[in-house]
Every structure is written in C-alpha cells, then in structure tokens.
C-alpha cells in the first residue's frame, strides 16, 4: 500500500486537463515539472481582478469561482471552473493585469505555470494554443448572450432563465423536474446579474403560484412550461416588487 505522501503526488498531476489533451505524456509531464502546486480551501481567494500576476492555471481537484465585483460590492458570476478546467490565460497573452477574480468554492488543488513557459508551450504546440482559442470564443458567445440578457430581460426572467440552466428530469417522479444542490441565493444572483432579495422574490413566487417547491437542498419544478413562459414575459408581481 502507497503511504499518504505518495498518495498526495499522484493527485498532482495534469492528466486530463483541456488545455493539454493535444499533448502525449511525455509532454505533459514537462509541463507538470514546471508546475508551482497549490492546495486552496473553501472560499480562500487564488486571484485578485488587477493583480500584476501573469500565471496559467490549471485545475486539478475542486471547483473555483470566476467573479467580478461592482463597486457596490455586488458579485457578477463569470463561470465555475472545475477539474480539467484552466484559467489565467488572458493575462498571460496580453500582458494586461487581471480582470476578475478567483475563489475556491471547495477544496482544490492546482498547478500553474508561468507565462514565459506557457507562452513556449503554445509556439511548440500550435494545437495547444486552439484549445485556447476554443475557451476565448466561447467566452466571448457567453458575454454576448449576457449582454443580451441585460438589455432585454428583466431581473425576474433572468433568474428564471438560470433557473431552466440548471434543471434535470425528477429520476423519481415522471414529468417533473429538480434542481439538485439548488445554489444559494446569492449564487444565483451573481449569476443573473441581479440581488439576492430578487432571488428571494422570485423563488417566493415560484412557491406561491404551484410552479416550484423547494425542499431542503432541492427545488423541485412541478410546472416547467409555465417556468419556460414566465422567460417570454414580465410577470405582473414584478412590476409592484421593482426591477433590478
């Protein structure tokens, strides 16, 4: 049997992260002998937006927050980054300081490189660098639909419409839905760009109308049409509760 330190490097490894799936073995193991390791805790922050660092990383175990904050200190959730996942390579292909802001959701473990050995592995594997491109457009398709959203939703639909992102058929009970750990409220609302009182509102309503019911850790969605409508349409509550 392994002893607990040998145990702890075989998690240490880049194995099955995105950025490097064009690469063999060998050539992983390059990038991993170039790695700084770190073990970040729940809710320790990795990167702060505007910082001066300019390292790649790649995570190994556990999920991490990719957030911006207003000036009023409301969070605005860009994306969740999980095992295989990578993140930081903006700052290292233009130099520019950092523009969000990374949180560990749990326990995680993560390997990053610098940006001169990032910027060597991209010219000596040019199928690298369109794994990257990959991640820059469908980030920038992601900010479109966003900004789509912002200009034409209002707070309601947009917490509605996250609500249909995250639902999945009811294993249990035929035709109804579930949503299964139901984020936090203040998730939700980083999310949807809105308040966590807004969320609040409208999980209420939810409630109220028979549409959805929570229990616990989940919300169970009994009418996901109706869900789906209330996306088309500004429901009337909205308009006495004020919008975001």
């Known amino acids: 049997m392994g002893t607990t330190a040998e145990a702890q490097r075989a998690e240490f490894t880049l194995n099955g992260n995105k950025m490097l799936a064009p ?70 292909i233009d130099g520019l300081p950092r523009s969000a802001t ?51 939703l209002s707070a309601y639909q947009r917490v509605y419409s996250e609500l249909l992102k995250l639902i999945k058929p009811d294993p249990v009970r035929q035709g109804s839905w579930l949503i299964y750990p139901l984020p936090t409220q203040a998730q939700i609302a980083a999310q949807a760009s809105t308040t966590r009182e807004t969320v609040a509102r409208v999980l209420s309503h939810l409630s109220g109308d028979g549409i959805a019911e929570r229990k616990s850790k989940t919300l169970y969605v009994r ?22």
């Open 223 to 244: 009418q996901v049409e109706r869900l789906r409508q209330l996306c088309d349409k500004v429901p009337t509550h909205t308009m006495k509760d004020g919008q975001d």
């Open 102 to 152: 990374v949180v560990a959701l749990e326990d995680c473990i993560l390997g990053s490189i610098p940006i001169a050995a990032f910027r060597d592995l991209v010219e000596q594997h040019p199928k690298v660098g369109f794994v990257i491109m990959e991640k820059l457009v469908r980030i920038v398709r992601t900010s479109d639909d966003r900004i789509m959203d912002l200009a034409t």
């Open 23 to 92: 690469l063999d073995r060998a050539a992983i193991a390059r990038i991993e002998a170039q790695c700084a390791w770190k073990v970040a805790h729940a809710n320790e922050p990795i990167l702060s937006r505007d910082s001066d660092s300019r390292d790649v990383f790649f995570v190994v175990k556990g999920r991490c927050r990719i957030v911006n904050f207003s000036p009023s200190g409301r969070e605005v959730a860009y994306a969740v980054a999980g095992p295989g996942d990578f993140f930081g390579e903006m700052a290292a």
